[in-house]
T-cell receptor
Framework: EAQVTQNPRYLITVTGKKLTVTCSQN?????MSWYRQDPGLGLRQIYY???????DKGDVPEGYKVSRKEKRNFPLILESPSPNQTSLYFC?????????????FGPGTRLTVL | KNEVEQSPQNLTAQEGEFITINCSYS?????LHWLQQHPGGGIVSLFM???GKKKHGRLIATINIQEKHSSLHITASHPRDSAVYIC??????????FGTGTSLTVIP
């Protein structure tokens, strides 16, 4: 089954404790992206990657890191989480070369930073 | 700065009504996407448009590139259409920008 998986789905942590949210896709997609969703602000792009070893900042990259060492994986790293990073996070992937080019979204990770 | 504006923010309709959600954007785009988010939180892609019109079942999406405007129409609305509909644009630089969503409730 074609899918994007994220882990963990729910996470409660404390300020300053480094964490990683994993994202993996099994569709051989080149484009992968991380978004956060906040009430009243909607979805905002954090980082995206056009291919292996190619990453770019989105609208709200501060406080986040990413890496793309393999095509299927695109982890989101919070080196020193703060309460303003409490949010719902989505990973997504797509194949820019395809005519339809729809994005496939993961199920979301709800992060609470105390 | 709001690169993407959607209207209305909230919409309540009776079952069977024709529904229109509008999206305007201010950046140059390579594509526009319509997404659906159900109360459980999952997001699915409904349409990707770069020109013209697309139809899938009771859903129709149109885009006017010159006017930087897109509409999502739902014909013969049904309670299962109740969800948040999100307009997203992919810029020429491959970055995505999103509207804040339209919350649709269809009453039986």
């Amino acid at each position: 089954e074609a899918q994007v998986t994220q882990n963990p789905r729910y996470l409660i942590t404390v300020t300053g404790k480094k964490l990683t949210v994993t994202c993996s896709q099994n569709m051989n997609h080149e484009y992968m992206s991380w978004y956060r969703q906040d009430p009243g602000l909607g979805l905002r792009q954090i980082y995206y990657s056009m291919n292996v070893e190619v990453t770019d900042k989105g609208d709200v990259p501060e406080g986040y890191k990413v890496s793309r060492k393999e095509k299927r994986n695109f982890p989101l790293i919070l080196e020193s989480p703060s309460p303003n990073q409490t949010s719902l996070y989505f990973c997504a992937s797509s194949h820019p070369g395809l005519a339809h080019n729809e994005q496939f979204f993961g199920p979301g990770t709800r992060l609470t930073v105390l | 700065k709001n690169e993407v504006e959607q209207s209305p923010q909230n919409l309540t309709a009776q079952e069977g009504e024709f529904i229109t959600i509008n999206c305007s954007y201010s950046v140059g785009i390579s594509a526009l996407h319509w997404l659906q988010q159900h109360p459980g939180g999952g997001i699915v892609s409904l349409f990707m448009l770069s020109s013209g019109k697309k139809k899938h079942g009771r859903l129709i999406a149109t885009i006017n590139i010159q006017e930087k405007h897109s509409s999502l129409h739902i014909t013969a609305s049904h309670p299962r259409d109740s969800a948040v509909y999100i307009c997203a644009v992919k810029s020429m630089g491959n970055q995505f920008y999103f509207g804040t969503g339209t919350s649709l409730t269809v009453i039986p």
